[in-house]
């Protein structure tokens, strides 16, 4: 089983990824990966922050003559530096922001303030999941399954995509700056982001990913973490 672990603060020199599992004799796809954590900075309603991150990674082990060697593979993406260990404004510290984990964080772990918990559980790390992500999306490409993901539902705004194919989802998705299939869904979806970011809260959603030429009895119903 793959499984993945990550580390690193919003503001800090970056997130290390380290990625447990994978087989050996894989040559990593750079260009895809890079694909992949450029396009997570396409949606629309993310922060401001993204347009400037330049999600550059390095390899940092598990590769043996440029290909996966069976250990650990360990790749750093840096933070750009102009938001490396930003000053946080005082004010701030004890003002959860609302779809975050800030008030549990700091009841969890005891925390006096928000700023370790909005660091760790920041936006930002999901750079390091779209790493993990893109990688064994190219993996399961040598066994040609393939996956599509797609918003089907904001604030309520719900895309009606039940009828469609795997590649009319993908080739409609594709088109939309939110990945929705479904247009009019989509032109609902903006206005409330919209009115999310005017009321200066969030608005909840859905997405859904379907898997193409998946092999029948993949995974096991005998133990959750098996395969």
Same mark, same amino acid.
């Given at each position: 089983?793959?499984?993945?672990?990550? %580390?690193?603060?919003?503001?800090?020199?970056?997130?290390?990824?380290?990625?447990?599992?994978?087989?050996?004799?894989?040559?990593?796809?750079?260009?895809?990966?890079?694909?992949?954590?450029?396009?997570?900075?396409?949606?629309?309603?993310?922060?401001?922050?993204?347009?400037?991150?330049?999600?550059? $990674?390095?390899?940092?082990?598990?590769?043996?003559?440029?290909?996966?060697?069976?250990?650990?593979?360990?790749?750093?993406?840096?933070?750009?530096?102009?938001?490396?260990?930003?000053?946080?404004?005082?004010?701030? *510290?004890?003002?959860?922001?609302?779809?975050?984990?800030?008030?549990?964080?700091?009841?969890?772990?005891?925390?006096?303030?928000?700023?370790?918990?909005?660091?760790?559980?920041?936006?930002?790390?999901?750079?390091?999941?779209?790493?993990?992500?893109?990688?064994?999306?190219?993996?399961?490409?040598?066994?040609?399954?393939?996956? #599509?993901?797609?918003?089907? *539902?904001?604030?309520?705004?719900?895309?009606?995509?039940?009828?469609?194919?795997?590649?009319?989802?993908?080739?409609?998705?594709?088109?939309?700056?939110?990945?929705?299939?479904?247009?009019?869904?989509?032109?609902?979806?903006?206005?409330?982001?919209?009115?999310?970011? %005017?009321?200066?809260?969030?608005?909840?959603?859905?997405?859904?990913?379907? $898997?193409? *030429?998946?092999? #029948?009895?993949?995974?096991?119903?005998?133990?959750?973490?098996?395969?």
């Amino acid at each position: 089983m793959i499984r993945y672990l990550t %580390a690193g603060e919003s503001h800090g020199i970056g997130y290390t990824v380290i990625i447990d599992g994978f087989p050996a004799g894989f040559e990593i796809p750079i260009d895809e990966i890079n694909f992949y954590l450029k396009k997570r900075q396409w949606s629309l309603g993310r922060g401001r922050r993204s347009d400037s991150e330049k999600n550059q $990674f390095h390899i940092l082990s598990g590769l043996y003559k440029n290909k996966t060697s069976g250990a650990p593979l360990a790749f750093f993406i840096e933070n750009n530096e102009k938001f490396q260990k930003i000053p946080v404004k005082e004010e701030h *510290n004890t003002k959860p922001r609302p779809g975050h984990a800030d008030f549990a964080g700091m009841i969890k772990f005891q925390h006096d303030n928000l700023e370790p918990v909005w660091e760790r559980s920041s936006g930002r790390e999901t750079a390091a999941r779209t790493l993990c992500g893109a990688l064994c999306l190219s993996f399961l490409k040598k066994f040609n399954i393939f996956s #599509v993901s797609h918003v089907v *539902n904001i604030g309520g705004a719900q895309a009606l995509t039940s009828g469609l194919t795997f590649e009319e989802i993908e080739e409609r998705r594709n088109k939309s700056p939110l990945l929705c299939a479904d247009e009019n869904a989509e032109s609902i979806m903006k206005q409330k982001i919209e009115n999310a970011f %005017a009321e200066k809260t969030s608005c909840g959603g859905i997405f859904e990913v379907r $898997f193409k *030429n998946l092999p #029948v009895g993949l995974g096991t119903y005998t133990q959750w973490d098996k395969t």
